[in-house]
């Protein structure tokens, strides 16, 4: 008979001689840890979600805007409306700022688009081929205009999924003419649907800038430069994206003769800034969803605390007879201690199991994306054999600290 | 083997106190067979309770086989008791949830001894006549058979003292006769030193010798 054996082996004869009571307290527990598992794996499969979304849109991506901004999140203050922006910006950066891999200035305006019986209201966007690289778009079918396209101001378009849709339902587009505004273009491709989100090109079309130039008119500054939407560019190294988007602020600074006091006329954002603030949102987030599942964790807890007092209270005479048998207040006190570890280690153990089981449901309903992380499970096990220790160390020690002699007199 | 001398126990009842030992001295020798007598309320349980170390007097002091055991820790008492005690109660408080094989290994658990703990409370059961009764709950017992194996629990460890609030209390005359001639032949084979609390003049005149208690003091002894 192995002596470290026999304190668990007298624990779990207390537990199973009171099933019901003892199956209602780990219910509390169960609870507990599987609204923590499952609320954290919801917050967790929200992040990576979104960090994935992002991803998709090109990670490496940096967007240049006209106007001012107050940081991202905040109001930025008529961005888009100020015509700061010049072709002539597009092509500096690409000469000068290192670490680029490819810059692509867009032009866009909102323009009736006609095909057959249908028509639409969509944002065409005029651009160039690197267009496809610095936004990270796929091809489904056909292909994306070439250079040979851009440099001869080809009248040809790039349908994103919901215009595709729109305007030709299952027919195959591509070849097929379509109006413009008051220009007829010919499709020759179509994009991968990248799912509904902010910035998402399945509502757009695209066609070479030199073609936009002849459908509408690009406005000039006074400098006599031709003004664009916005800026899109890669950097070849995501970790030097910080130092892109400083090396673009000040040579666009110094382009736009601002002074040392003026604030920037221009936006410029990266997604890799996007996302890290974002993930740090959704790690706040998931925490907190966390911490109000602690709360139901917290009163599973008192439950074992409960349940203990009144096992002491119940077996004081039991306890009286092992003390009379010569067992040290150590011998009550692990006893009791390993009793509550062994209840609330049995319910973390089953609550991180209907966790898994509840977001696994939550993400198979479509309902949302859930990741059951490696970390969150140990975490769970951790705390729910913490809290049997924490909780069970009150009713513990009090049950060691009986008088024998009382003890042995209580009914 | 126990020395009590001029050995007191007083309770804090509220504000006054309650003396229910004044002034006790006693010698009991080694494999002696002692009985304790006197009226509900004398103090001879917690005359008993001193003996078996579950409690330390108020004043006086108390040898143990040697040893002065009044002033020792709580911590220490329990050894003591593990190792050299073996109690037997009136109501025989045996566990309940374990079987009767279970319960006597728990009397081994807190001695020490480790390696044949199953081996040991078996010979102990054999020695009271119940091996066949191994795996049987204390419910599924009668109450000769109960105390039976509280005996056993008792002597499993082979104490050299042996203690017994009114073993025979809550029995018929025919299972306290049982009882009492498997305590008296324990001593007699083995030299336990064995003291006993009764009510029964009979079953006293079975021990060597009879020490009357009366309100906290020893009111006489005599040789049988």
């Known amino acids: 008979m192995k002596k470290w054996f026999e304190p668990f082996s007298t624990a779990w004869v207390g537990v199973a001689s009171h099933k019901l009571r003892s199956s209602l307290t ?116 056909g292909s994306f205009f070439s250079d040979y396209d851009y440099q001869r101001g080809a009248k040809v378009a790039v349908l994103g999924s919901n215009v595709k849709e729109t305007l ?65 560019l890669t950097v070849s190294d ?102 509550a570890a062994f209840l609330t280690l049995a319910g973390g153990i089953i609550g991180v199991i209907v966790g898994w089981i509840v977001s696994f449901i939550v993400s198979s309903m479509g309902l949302m994306t859930t990741v059951v992380t490696a970390d969150i499970v140990i975490l769970a096990v951790c705390v729910s054999a913490g809290i049997g220790l924490f909780f069970g160390f009150y009713p513990a020690w009090s049950a060691s600290r009986l008088n024998p002699i009382e003890a042995l007199r209580h009914e | 083997m126990i020395r009590l001398q001029d050995i007191a126990k007083v309770y804090p009842m509220g504000n006054r106190e309650l003396k229910v030992l004044t002034g006790i001295s006693l010698t009991i020798e080694t494999g002696e067979l002692v009985a304790i007598m006197g009226p509900s309320g004398s103090g001879k349980s917690t ?32 050894q003591i008791r593990g190792q050299k005690v073996g109690f037997v109660f009136q109501t025989f408080n045996l566990l309940p949830r374990l079987s009767a094989l279970a319960n006597i290994e728990l009397g081994l658990r807190y001695a020490g001894s480790s390696d044949r703990q199953r081996a040991m409370a078996m010979e102990a059961l054999t020695k009271v006549g119940l091996s066949d009764r191994a795996n049987h709950r204390p419910t599924e017992l009668s109450g000769g058979e109960q105390q039976r194996i509280a005996i056993a629990r008792a002597l499993a460890k082979n104490p050299p003292l042996i203690l017994a609030d009114e073993p025979t209390g809550n029995l018929d005359s025919c299972s ?25 003049a009979n079953i006293a005149h079975h021990c060597q010798r009879i020490v009357h208690i009366k309100d906290g003091q020893i009111e006489r002894e005599e040789k049988v």
Request: proline share 3%; glycine share 10%; charged share 15%.
């Open chain 1, 168 to 232: 030709f339902g299952d027919t195959d587009p591509i070849g097929q003419q379509m109006r413009m505004g008051s220009t007829i273009v010919r499709v020759i491709g179509i994009l991968e649907s990248k799912g509904a989100m902010w910035g998402s090109p399945d509502d757009a079309i695209f066609i070479p800038l030199t073609a936009m130039q002849q459908t509408v008119a690009q406005p000039r500054t006074a400098k006599g430069e031709r003004v664009v939407s916005s800026i899109s």
């Open chain 2, 176 to 200: 306290g006769e049982e009882i009492i001639s498997i305590l008296t032949s324990l001593h007699a084979e083995q030299g336990i030193t064995l003291v006993m609390i009764t009510h029964d």
């Open chain 1, 238 to 339: 995501k970790e030097k994206a910080n130092y892109v988007v400083g090396e673009i602020t000040s040579l666009l600074r110094s382009r736009h003769n601002l002074g040392p006091s003026a604030d920037n006329d221009f936006t410029v954002t990266s997604m890799e800034e996007i996302a890290s603030t974002l993930s740090e949102t959704m790690a706040t987030m998931t925490i907190f969803l966390g911490a109000i599942a602690a709360i139901s964790l917290l009163v599973g807890g008192i439950g074992v605390m409960n349940i203990m007092l009144v096992s002491v209270l119940e077996r004081t005479r039991e306890i009286g007879i092992l003390k009379a048998l010569g067992a040290q207040e150590r011998d009550i006190w692990t006893q009791f201690l390993i009793e």
């Open chain 2, 47 to 78: 005359m008993l309770n001193l003996i078996g170390c579950l409690d330390v007097p108020t004043s006086g002091s108390y040898h143990l086989d040697g040893r002065e055991v009044s002033r020792l820790s709580s911590r220490e008492l329990a």
């Open chain 1, 26 to 141: 780990i219910l509390g527990i169960v609870i507990g840890i599987a609204a923590v598992i499952s609320l954290m794996s919801i917050g967790k499969g929200a992040e990576t979600d979104i960090l994935s979304r992002i991803e998709t849109l090109g990670s490496d991506l940096i967007t240049i805007r006209p106007g001012a901004s107050v940081g991202f999140g905040g109001v930025r203050s008529a961005a888009g409306s100020a015509v700061t922006l010049t072709m002539e910006d597009a092509e500096a950066i690409a000469q000068q700022v290192p670490y680029i891999s490819s810059v692509a200035p867009l032009y866009s305006s909102n323009l009736q688009l006609v095909a057959g019986n249908k028509n639409m209201n969509s944002q065409v966007t005029g651009t160039t081929p690197e267009y496809m690289q610095t936004n990270n778009l796929n091809i489904l079918s």
